[in-house]
């Protein structure tokens, strides 16, 4: 450790200074091999003085010009290697052929002709260790000083256990350093823990600048999400990164590693406090049960299979009609759950499809069915009236029947706060799905059919999250449509959850809705995927900002926020993040007629009639567009 601290003041010096210490190592080498060349001739120590120092100031003359010629110093040592010795080697040798041919083939009085031979070889041996030397010291050590100063200071937040299990894990880490800790408890400030200092958060700002810390590793994960929220508003000033541990539901394995570390996500933010999952309720419907999923391939049809596979069924059936997502989700359920005794069962198909549908009821006979498979993104389906109400609204109707028809036993329809007096034909088609899952509940049958109704997910496919993830990586803007609009939001995994929970409540055309919390403004949450990502908001009062974001206007069918109930008075249930509303829906004698008539109009794409019969039909539906249908439009141009 004594050496290695000259290492980068070495490496440091200017190529001339570097080149001239070589040269005066060398010219001492040439001296020294001279002198234990008289002594290794003469067996005892002889004094620089008189033909002695000839011999020695010989050596230095004729071996430096050679070296020079020869190349030795414009080698960088530190990388050098074989090359580099084969180079001091023949150099070596001219030196030690005329070297030797002074001193032993013509002689010089009182120098041992032997000293021409011996003085030769141990200069190559010093020479050469020299460099040796050097490549080890310098290079190796270099490397090392390299890693050391790309490694990224951190602070890890939190002097608990995980805290101290995180600073083993980091410390053969190549990315990062870790250079203290922070921690709420003034009474730990200043001390010392695991070899490292224990900071106030409250100076995080100066530790920002003395330290160059660039990251901080939050290692709270029993920390309650209010408290975190706080913690991560405090640290957002600083636009340093922050990586964080998962909740110690998910560490089920009890030990911190590095592998742990993830970046921050707006789920981190957004997501709520979590709720205890009723375990009775999640087993009701899924456990030795014959369970199918359809919309499998998507963000809330897959997390659905994800939980399932947890609570034991006997078989999940999986239907999608895009062969890449069920390829994929079916492979992810494979490899996440290999040692379960599990049949996965991977079907494509259109839920439009009566006879697939008949064909899979007959098969496998599943008793209980999440229906999650939709359209739903809106300008989309905007665009493509037709295609979404036959998918959205007689695609649900053709799986409610099979199922009805073979008797399974629990129907859940996954919907939309969109379905809420809504302004578009996506929300408008959710609503009469549910509508018409009211009314065959309505009918005799054996099948208990319910509503699950929420808002947007983190995260799923078609949302602004990952949209406006990748605008962020592209340097921006990111596109807002309205300063004003806001969303409610929950994470996948907690929605699929409450999906299974609120279906096993369900006697028969219940509608429920679930707590989705407070809504949020999108321009907030933009502005917080700006903040995570290290970079700042571009506008007029910080003009060199990295990212700005821009307002497009609303698109067709948006509306500015969205509401989770028709009525105003939802009734509680066992579950506290699950209501259950009270909805109007027409018999469903009167609805079939109606429906007929809605075929009819899709087939022959009568945009301006759907819409009216979707008016008639769906309470509170008003478009706040004209009509955008893109072969609508075509054929009337």
């Known amino acids: 450790m004594y050496l290695h601290r000259y290492v980068l003041p070495v490496l440091s010096l200017p190529r001339w200074a570097k080149r001239s210490v070589v040269l005066i190592v060398d010219t001492a080498l040439c001296i020294l091999t001279v002198w234990l060349a008289f002594y290794l001739r003469l067996g005892e120590l002889v004094t620089l003085s008189g033909n002695p120092l000839v011999a020695a100031l010989v050596s230095v003359g004729i071996g430096l010009p050679i070296f020079i010629v020869s190349g030795l110093y414009r080698a960088i040592f530190r990388y050098s290697g074989w090359p580099a010795l084969m180079t001091v080697a023949r150099a070596i040798v001219i030196y030690g052929i005329l070297y030797a041919s002074l001193f032993t083939a013509i002689g010089i009085q009182n120098v041992p002709r032997t000293v021409g031979i011996i003085q030769p070889i141990l200069l190559l041996l010093f020479v050469g260790a020299s460099r040796a030397l050097a490549r080890i010291w310098l290079g190796d050590h270099y490397q090392a000083a390299l890693k050391q100063a790309g490694r990224a200071k951190v602070l890890i937040y939190g002097a608990g256990t995980s805290g101290r299990q995180l600073v083993g894990a980091v410390a053969n880490s190549p990315e990062m350093k870790v250079v203290g800790f922070l921690d709420d408890d003034d009474r730990l400030t200043g001390h010392v823990l695991n070899g490292q200092p224990i900071y106030s958060p409250k100076d995080l700002d100066s530790l920002v600048a003395t330290l160059n810390v660039s990251i901080v590793l939050l290692a709270m994960p029993s920390l309650p999400r209010k408290r975190r929220n706080a913690i991560l508003a405090s640290i957002r000033p600083t636009r340093i990164a922050v990586r964080t541990l998962p909740s110690m539901a998910d560490m089920v394995h009890g030990k911190v590693s590095y592998a742990d570390l993830r970046d921050l996500d707006i789920d981190d933010l957004l997501g709520r406090e979590t709720v205890t999952p009723n375990h009775i309720l999640l087993a009701k419907s899924t456990r030795n049960k014959v369970v199918f999923v359809t919309g499998a391939g998507g963000s809330i049809g897959g997390e659905l299979c994800r939980q399932i596979l947890v609570l034991g069924p006997s078989k999940l059936l999986i239907l999608d009609q895009s062969e890449f997502a069920l390829y994929a989700i079916s492979q992810e359920l494979l490899s996440n759950f290999p040692d379960k005794e599990l049949t996965l069962i991977p079907l494509l198909g259109s839920i439009k499809d009566d006879d697939r549908m008949q064909e899979i009821m007959t098969t496998w006979r599943p008793d209980t069915l999440y229906h999650a498979a939709a359209y739903k993104h809106v300008p989309m389906v905007e665009h493509n009236v037709a295609e979404g109400v036959m998918n959205n609204v007689f695609g649900t109707l053709c799986v409610a029947k099979a199922a009805s028809q073979h008797g399974v036993s629990d129907f859940v329809l996954v919907s939309t706060d969109k379905a809420v007096r809504p302004t578009n034909i996506m929300g408008a088609s959710k609503r009469l799905s549910e509508i018409v899952l009211q009314a065959l509940a309505d009918t005799d049958t054996k099948t208990n059919f319910s509503i699950v109704r929420f808002g947007n997910v983190l995260n799923s496919s078609g949302s602004v999250v990952p949209k406006f993830r990748q605008q962020i990586r592209g340097g921006g803007p990111i596109t807002l449509t309205h300063l004003d609009i806001t969303r409610y939001f929950m994470t996948i995994a907690e929605a699929s959850q409450l999906v299974i929970q609120a279906g096993a409540m369900a006697r028969g055309g219940d509608v429920f809705v679930l707590d989705m919390g407070e809504p949020v403004k999108i321009y907030d949450l933009a502005l917080k995927m700006i903040e995570l990502s290290g970079l700042t908001l571009r506008n007029e009062q910080n003009p060199d900002g990295d990212i700005e974001i821009e307002v497009i206007g609303l698109r067709p069918g948006e509306k500015l926020y969205e509401e989770l109930l028709i009525g105003d008075n939802p009734k509680l249930t066992t579950h506290p993040r699950v209501m259950k509303a009270q909805e ?40 706040s567009t004209n009509i955008v249908d893109w072969i609508y439009t075509e054929e009337r141009m």
């Open 584 to 623: 109007d829906f027409l018999p469903w004698t009167q609805l079939e007629d109606d429906l007929k008539k809605l075929e009819m109009l899709l087939n022959v794409n009568d945009v301006g009639a759907i819409r009216s019969m979707l008016e008639r039909l769906v309470s509170g539906y008003r478009p």
